[in-house]
Structures are given as C-alpha cells and as structure tokens.
C-alpha cells in the first residue's frame, strides 16, 4: 500500500521542494558525526547532478539550504561552540556568499542557473510580502532558474527568527504550491525510538525505521526527540512538524538520508526509502479551504461569460479583460469573491491589484495593460493557484 501511495506521488512530479541540511554538505571528521570542517563542495556537485536529473524529468526545483553558519564559522575560524548573536550573524553573511558561490559553480557545470532568495518571517507572515516573494520564485521557475532559498540569518536576531530551515522549507512549499517536500538530513528517516540512544532493557525491540506517517499524532512528536548536534538546528523534532505543516496543506514530505547518493532517486522512483508523511485523506487543499473560507472577502468582481467559462471550465486564472465591475475596497493581497453577471458566486481568491488599478485596467487586454503599467503589473487579477472555483456541486 505504501508503494503505490508513493508510486502515485512520484508519478508525473511538476514541482519540488528540496531541503539540504547542513549536515548533508559539509566535510565530517571520520568517526565524529557532530564535528565538522566546513562546506564540501564534493556534496553540492553530487547534489547538482540528481538535481539536473530531477529537472531533465519535467519537474521543477526550488531548494531551501542551510549551511551558510556551518561555511561561515569555518571561513572565519569561529569553531567554538558558543557564538554570540553578532558572531553568528557575521558567520551567516560570510558563509551565505561563499555557500552560494559553491552552488553557482557547481550548479553551473550541469548548465543550471541558480539564484539565492533571503528571507525573514517578517516576509512570511505579511501578505503582501508572503505574494511578492511566491511571484519572484515563480518568475525564476519560468525562465528555468532553480530559486536556492535561506533565512536571512545576518539580519534577524533569536526573537523573530523562523529559526531554522525545516520550518522554512514546508513553508516554501506552501507557498510555491508544491507536490512534494524532500528533507535532506543525515538520518534515514523517523525512527520507532531514537536510534542513538542506547536501550534501556534487554528485551527492548531494536529502533525500526518507520515508513510511513499517515497523521502527525503527539506520540509521533514524542518519537521526534531533540537535536543535539552542532551542525543542525532543529533535529527529528522540526521535521516532524514541518511534516505536518504541509500535510495539512495537501502536500506530503518525506525525509531522507542526503547522504545515500542514490536515495533522492530511489524515492524518486516510488521505491520505499526513507520516511513518507501522507495519508490520502489529507488531500482537501487547506491553503484554498483558508481562501475560500477563513479570509472575509473585501470585494466583489463580476466578470462576463468568457472569463467565467475560462475559470470553472479550463482552469486558468483571471486576466483584467474578463472582469466587467468592481466593488469594494481592496488592496492587493486581499481577498475577493468573484461572481457572473446574475450575481452567482464563481470563484473567490488573492487578488493581484487594488480597487483602485483594477477600475482602470478592467475589460483591458494585457498589451493594453502593459502600456499603462510599462512592465510593473501582473498579468493575472488572480493567480490560480491562490484561487478557489465553485462548482455547481459546492
Ligand atoms: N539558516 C541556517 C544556516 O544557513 C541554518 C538553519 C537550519 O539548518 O535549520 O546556517
């Protein structure tokens, strides 16, 4: 059953989210998996060549890689355990450019394009912030740029911080809408009982590695232990809950061993490796159930037979030449409902454009639209992806 639950999700991938961990990229003393000697630029190559074959297979790439403190303590020679904030800070803004010069280079001998994006919960937690970046991630996936995307670490203190990149990551899937989140660490998945500790009785059952996680229940945050190495930040703990963050928006993570060269493949393969967090029931879309039904909708656009048709029938977004009235007072990022001309409700979403903007463009073609924005205006009122249509049967 598992197998083919992963058969279905590999199957046809369209896009990805890929977490590296810094473990999984930096040189290890032999024997102590805690201490580490910087960035291993060896990793990032091995990564650049299964991403490639990723991206061959038609599915887009976004990665979120931690690592840049673990390359900057070792740019600056700051080792010892404890940093100050403005150390850390220092290490992040040092280590982030070194890391992604790694991911330039080798990335580039693959003939892939790479482009780093910094962010800060600040970014997340505002909407309008939350859809300028979900637009620049989508701008780069068009023109086959794979998006290398980290906390802006040397600006952000403890206080306000994400925190670390599991956490990041499933929200970076969230927000690009992605099919499945891979989280690339040092371990081979979610262990029935932590895998390092020694057992306390004799008759204990030795630690087995679990398949699959239908539902993110407390004993499975039980399970998920804590870190206590110096590389990582987050350990089991923050998987698990980044695991159920993008469950309950439709989206499953598997975690898996970044450091078995073959595991990205095999998994990719609907092989079972590593640990699945899915259950099929999860699949009602929680991001559109919150558009369609937690935001208040601050306007009504009544667009005509066409965009409506184009809407409910063919999947597309809504352009400002299908829109025929506005109402309301609305700010881009808002919500909206949009109705036909005998006032039925047809879809609700994000809207890209103020009242405002949209009176001017409204029933305007893009050309048109172009010419009185130059190049600063999205082609969609309403991106798709952050829209819900109604059917008859809603
Ligand atoms: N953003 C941190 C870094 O690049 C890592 C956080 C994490 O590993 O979760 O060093």
Known sequence: MDDSIRKKITKSLKRVVIKIGSSVISHREPGKSSLVQGLNPERIRHYSR???????????VVLVSSGAIMAGRERLGL??????????????????????????KKFEKQGLKVAQILLSSADLVNRRRYLNAKHTIEALLKHKVIPIIN??????????KIGDNDTLSATVACLVDAQLLIILS??????????LQKSRRKDEEPPKLISQVNKVTKEVEKLAGKSNSLVTVGGMATKVLAAKKTMSFGIPTLLLNGLDDRAMEKALNGETVGTLFWSEK???RNRKHWIAHTLKPSGVITVDAGAKKALLERGKSL???GVVRVQGNFEFGNSVTVVDEASCEVAR??????????EKIKGMKTSEVRKL????FYEEVIHRDDMVVFFKDD
């Open 50 to 60: 299964q991403i490639k074959q990723i991206m061959d297979n038609g599915c887009e």
């Open 349 to 358: 979403g994000l809207i890209n454009y103020s009242t405002g903007d949209l």
């Open 373 to 376: 924005f130059s190049d600063n």
């Open 319 to 321: 352009l400002p030449v």
């Open 151 to 160: 906390e802006n670490d040397s600006v952000t203190v403890d206080e306000i």
């Open 186 to 195: 040092d371990v081979n998945g979610l262990y029935s009982r932590d895998p």
């Open 79 to 104: 080792t010892r355990n404890h940093l100050t904030i403005p150390e850390k800070q220092a290490c992040a803004a040092s280590g982030q450019s070194h890391l992604m010069h790694t991911y330039e």
């Open 282 to 284: 999860e699949k009602i």
